[in-house]
Nanobody, 116 residues
Framework: QVQLVESGGGLVQTGGSLRLSCTVS????????MGWYRQAPGRSRELVAS???????NYTDSVKGRFTISTNDDKSTVYLQMNSLKSADTAVYYC??????????WGPGTQVTVSS
């Protein structure tokens, strides 16, 4: 069983930075894709950044050049470095593990609030 737990959220001023971490417990396979999603109040959950099994990152347009997704060597921790934060980045951020042909795992989320 895979479990994900996010940390690192909080309150930050516009233009500031935060680094989110997602600790992954359980068996991790080389075919797993890791991702960060977010959900703002009244909006649907959206993909922010993902890392393919080969290590290729992908970002939604609104965060390109500001956010960076990365992992440690064994993929047991996934990071999201967020710079130049804007009020529009305020949301609950979720970590996801997508197993090719298999289940999807989610963390409980961490709140990020950007104040102007």
């Amino acid at each position: 069983q895979v479990q994900l737990v996010e940390s690192g959220g909080g309150l930050v001023q516009t233009g500031g930075s935060l680094r989110l971490s997602c600790t992954v417990s359980g068996k991790i396979f080389s075919i797993d894709r890791m991702g960060w999603y977010r959900q703002a109040p009244g909006r649907s959950r959206e993909l922010v950044a993902s890392l393919s099994p080969s290590g290729r990152p992908n970002y939604t347009d609104s965060v390109k050049g500001r956010f960076t997704i990365s992992t440690n060597d064994d993929k047991s921790t996934v990071y999201l470095q967020m710079n130049s934060l804007k009020s529009a980045d305020t949301a609950v951020y979720y970590c996801q593990l997508l197993r090719l042909g298999g289940p999807v795992y989610w963390g409980p989320g961490t709140q990020v609030t950007v104040s102007s």
